[in-house]
């Protein structure tokens, strides 16, 4: 296992299409979390996993968003009726869930999805 | 709610000492970051610090925290051109969540 890796690389749609995008996180991994980054900005937390069980959601993530994690594995997150707003990279991290080195319960990050919207 | 500020550039030239900036507004965060991101590639968590510390050092790496005033700083020794890329601060204080807040990281430029 390399890391966590994200599907697709890059997305264009335009307004008002569906997208959904993957996660596969470090195997053993119980944790899996989603951000957004904008150009010139760090990343904003959307929501994360414990297992299957997705326990946060931020304002951020509007009821066009879902995110799920079917069998506690990979992770998909799907925006509906996409706006141009919602352009931006999606980052998808894992961690261990608990504290298991000298980092903590330090959070691997994917290489995220570019998405533009049209 | 929480804010994370820093400066959005800094160049050094390489062997010398980079220094990034961070100050952040939520008193309760137990845990603060700086996390690496390369062209490409995602970010890398290089260190953290726990509130109750006011230094840590990992090999070329310092971090300072001083509380009362909330700023936090990373120093890179004898920096090197493989250390040019977007540096980011984040505080928490539960080590993930929603109040997992990133300031919005400098990009550092190394000379030759």
């Known amino acids: 296992d390399t890391g966590v890796s994200q599907d697709p690389r890059h997305k264009i749609t335009k307004r008002g299409q569906n997208v959904t995008f993957r996660c596969d996180p470090i195997s053993e991994h119980n944790r899996l979390y989603w951000y957004r980054q904008t150009l010139g900005q760090g990343p904003e937390f959307l929501t994360y996993f414990q297992n299957e069980a997705q326990l946060e959601k931020s304002r951020l993530l509007s009821d066009r968003f879902s995110a799920e994690r079917p069998k506690g594995s990979f992770s998909t997150l799907e925006i509906q009726r996409t706006e141009q707003g919602d352009s931006a990279m999606y980052l998808c991290a894992s961690s261990l869930g608990y504290w298991a080195s000298s980092l903590g319960d330090e959070q691997f990050f994917g290489p995220g999805t570019r998405l533009t919207v049209l | 709610g929480e804010d994370v500020e820093q400066s959005l550039f800094l160049s050094v030239r390489e062997g010398d000492s980079s220094v990034i900036n961070c100050t952040y507004t939520?008193?309760?965060?137990?845990?603060l970051y700086w996390y690496k991101q390369e062209p490409g590639a995602g970010l890398q968590l290089l260190t953290y610090?726990?509130?109750?510390?006011d230094m840590k050092q990992d090999q070329r790496l310092t971090v300072l925290l001083n509380k009362k005033d909330k700023h936090l700083s990373l120093r890179i020794a004898d920096t090197q051109t493989g250390d040019s890329a977007i540096y980011f601060c984040?505080?928490?204080?539960?080590?993930?969540?929603?109040?997992?807040?990133f300031g919005p990281g400098t990009r550092l430029s190394v000379l030759p």
């Open positions: 939520d008193s309760s965060s137990t845990y």
């Open positions: 984040a505080e928490s204080p539960s080590n993930y969540g929603q109040n997992f807040v």
């Open positions: 610090i726990f509130s109750n510390m």
